[in-house]
């Protein structure tokens, strides 16, 4: 079976504090994309990246920052977590070149800052 | 730009019941399209997807989902509910352009379906 980890389901983080949000797929995906997932809201993509050391800003990349030094780790930074941040953190993984495959997620991160 | 539209935020649907979530999508060029389902507190799992071919493509749990390119649109369809369909549902698109997309899926902003018994 194909699979997306996330290093935790629920976090409670302090203001300030500078968070880290692992995600590594089984799959050899080059793509890799992190979600920031509010009611009424839907997915919204903050980073992704598209190989090693490669990223790609989305629509909402403010307070945040991506890392990815192997092809099967993509990691989300809260430089200074504040409590607008408190959301669900969804990543996922996808084939690239092949424009037809499906992503793959994770079970999420549900951040809570306070 | 590409672009995809939930016009429902919610729809209920008595089980036994047909239901129908609605999708409408933008996207320069042939678009490829997807349908998730999350249920609470998980990741978004894969129900089924469009891609070239027949317009009714066949995915899982029952689910089905009509590709209409006249009226750009990719509802989800099953022909009676159950209980436990209820769940968030996604729809999703992007286009085999791959220089304009780096292979990035735009979804829509999700229609909860709530069958009652």
């Known amino acids: 079976d194909v699979k997306v980890t996330q290093s935790s389901r629920y976090l409670v983080k302090r203001t300030g504090e500078k968070v880290f949000l692992e995600c590594v797929q089984d799959m050899d995906h080059e793509n890799m994309f992190w979600y920031r997932q509010d009611p009424g809201l839907g997915l919204r993509l903050i980073y992704f990246?598209?190989?090693?050391?490669?990223?790609e800003k989305g629509d909402i990349p403010e307070g945040y920052s991506v890392s990815r030094e192997k092809k099967e780790r993509f990691s989300l930074i809260l430089e200074s977590a504040s409590t607008n941040q408190t959301s669900m953190y969804l990543c996922?993984?996808?084939?690239?070149?092949?424009?037809?495959?499906?992503?793959?997620f994770g079970q999420g991160t549900r951040l809570t800052v306070v | 730009a590409q672009s995809v539209a939930q016009p429902e935020d919610q729809v209920n649907v008595a089980e036994g019941n047909p239901l129908t979530v609605k999708c409408t999508y933008s996207?320069?060029?042939?678009?490829?399209l997807f349908w998730y389902v999350q249920y609470p507190n998980r990741g978004l799992q894969f129900l089924l997807k469009y891609i070239t071919g027949d317009n009714l493509v066949k995915g899982s749990y029952g689910f089905e989902a009509e590709f209409n390119k006249s009226q750009t649109s990719f509802h989800l369809k099953k022909p009676s509910a159950l209980v436990s369909d209820s769940a968030l549902y996604f729809c999703a698109v992007t286009s085999p352009d791959r220089g304009s997309t780096l292979g990035r899926l735009y979804f829509g902003r999700g229609t909860q379906l709530t069958v009652w018994p």
């Open positions: 996207v320069s060029g042939n678009p490829y």
């Open positions: 996922a993984s996808r084939l690239q070149g092949a424009g037809g495959t499906e992503a793959f």
């Open positions: 990246s598209y190989d090693v050391k490669m990223k």
